[in-house]
């Protein structure tokens, strides 16, 4: 919808990994029961997701009207800025939450052994796009989105305020990316580039399907 080419995706993606893993770390040392680390985790990739107003708010916004090469430049900015953040704070060697989403066991499929977890993170990414396509066909802010993505000078002139759909259809991108992040983790380790493998990933999607 804002047309951007977004190259921080992974970088909020990292964010929400280190983040959950401190959550249930904290969560784990106040004496949690293991199998419900889930919640503390998801809820924790969901808050750093919060993150996205302050960068669509103090640094995109600049750069909507701008040449795509400009935009480039500022996200990749950001990637650069939170991989420096995200060694300040968590340091450089990969963290992981140690194997506690085998406390959801694990099971046979189709003769191949895996993690309930697993099963739990594919459960919950059909939920997350069931809601998403809910909120897009059924509720009036989805019907803004999609007038403002069709056609955003013929929304902003029905009155559309068009600097706060910009702000929340961000922060809600970048809240599922932290999300996605942190519901993740616990089946590998974060690493402080590991936000850096996405962007190939986003950037096919966007030669693929366009921008917007």
Do not use: H
């Not at 600097?163 to 991108?173: E, I």
């Amino acid at each position: 919808m804002q047309k951007i080419f977004n190259l921080a995706c992974g970088s909020f993606y990292a964010l929400g990994a280190y983040v959950g893993i401190s959550a249930v770390q904290a969560y784990t040392s106040a004496g949690g029961p293991p199998w419900l680390f889930i919640l503390p985790l998801a809820v924790a990739g969901l808050l750093v997701g919060g993150i996205g107003v302050v960068v669509e708010r103090g640094l995109l916004r600049f750069v909507y009207d701008r040449d795509e090469t400009f935009q480039l430049l500022m996200t990749f900015a950001i990637v650069l800025m939170m991989e420096d953040a995200i060694r300040l704070t968590w340091g450089t060697a990969p963290r992981s939450t140690a194997g506690l989403y085998l406390a959801y066991g694990q099971i046979g499929v189709l003769g191949a052994t895996a993690p309930v977890y697993n099963l739990i993170v594919i459960a919950a990414s059909l939920a997350i796009a069931l809601a998403i396509g809910w909120l897009l066909t059924r509720t009036a802010f989805g019907r803004i989105i999609r007038a403002t993505a069709d056609n955003r000078d013929m929304a902003e002139a029905l009155g559309v305020d068009m600097r706060r759909v910009y702000a929340k259809v961000f922060t809600l991108g970048t809240a599922l990316g932290t999300l996605g992040g942190a519901l993740v983790i616990p089946a590998t380790a974060a690493m402080s580039e590991m936000g850096i493998e996405l962007i190939v990933e986003a950037f096919a999607v966007v030669v693929i399907g366009g921008l917007g």
